[in-house]
T-cell receptor
Framework: GDSVTQMEGPVTLSEEAFLTINCTYT??????LFWYVQYPGEGLQLLLKATKADDKGSNKGFEATYRKETTSFHLEKGSVQVSDSAVYFC??????????FGTGTRLLVSP | NAGVTQTPKFRVLKTGQSMTLLCAQDMNHEYMYWYRQDPGMGLRLIHYSVGEGTTAKGEVPDGYNVSRLKKQNFLLGLESAAPSQTSVYFC????????????FGQGTRLTVV
């Protein structure tokens, strides 16, 4: 079945460091891919998405490119801030927009 | 605009008790979902609905029932709670369009003792 694998955390960085969180997927067909973010005590909210191969999703300085050849959707940011500390989930959508999530990666950014 | 609202936010149950979690959305979305979030496992789909009066099983449906009597509401029931159902439960809704965003509620933290 469809699945998403993302790097284990926590990822600990200093402010202004470069961030990469790896995400790979297994799916039949061509799913849409998402990154959701969960701040402490809150629900998930969409960070960015890509709906077809080679699309780049971007938002708030974060970027991810849909790579069909490597079945990947890695999340990157050039300079993280303390306010980016959160849990990041990679996900793909299947029929009826059901989401299949990775296990989540906690990001901790220190001043 | 409230989006997706879940009640209650916290609950402690004894083993064998029953309860219902309520999810309400005000975005006129066709699709609604219940997920559970457990440490190290991400979110997993329990049940979902593609319209008023319809429900379907997700990845982990055992021990849960759902109902969607009104388009804006999606109820999740636990008939006889077990400690394995201790989790954080999230409701979500979306439009039926491919690649569309899902909107999540703030979650219900349930502990079964």
């Amino acid at each position: 079945g469809d699945s998403v694998t993302q790097m284990e955390g926590p990822v600990t960085l200093s402010e202004e460091a470069f961030l990469t969180i790896n995400c790979t997927y297994t799916a039949t067909g061509y799913p849409s891919l998402f990154w959701y973010v969960q701040y402490p005590g809150e629900g998930l909210q969409l960070l960015l998405k890509a709906t077809k191969a080679d699309d780049k999703g971007s938002n708030k300085g974060f970027e991810a490119t849909y790579r069909k050849e490597t079945t990947s959707f890695h999340l990157e940011k050039g300079s993280v801030q303390v306010s980016d500390s959160a849990v990041y989930f990679c996900a793909l959508s299947t029929g009826f927009q059901k989401l299949v999530f990775g296990t989540g990666t906690r990001l901790l950014v220190s001043p | 605009n409230a989006g997706v609202t879940q009640t209650p936010k916290f609950r402690v149950l004894k083993t064998g008790q029953s309860m219902t979690l309520l999810c309400a959305q005000d975005m006129n979305h066709e699709y609604m979902y219940w997920y559970r979030q457990d440490p190290g496992m991400g979110l997993r789909l329990i049940h979902y609905s593609v319209g008023e009066g319809t429900t379907a099983k997700g990845e982990v449906p055992d021990g849960y029932n759902v109902s969607r009597l009104k388009k804006q509401n999606f109820l999740l029931g636990l008939e006889s709670a077990a400690p394995s159902q201790t989790s954080v439960y999230f409701c979500a809704s979306s439009l039926p369009n491919g690649g569309t965003e899902a909107f999540f509620g703030q979650g219900t933290r349930l502990t079964v003792v």
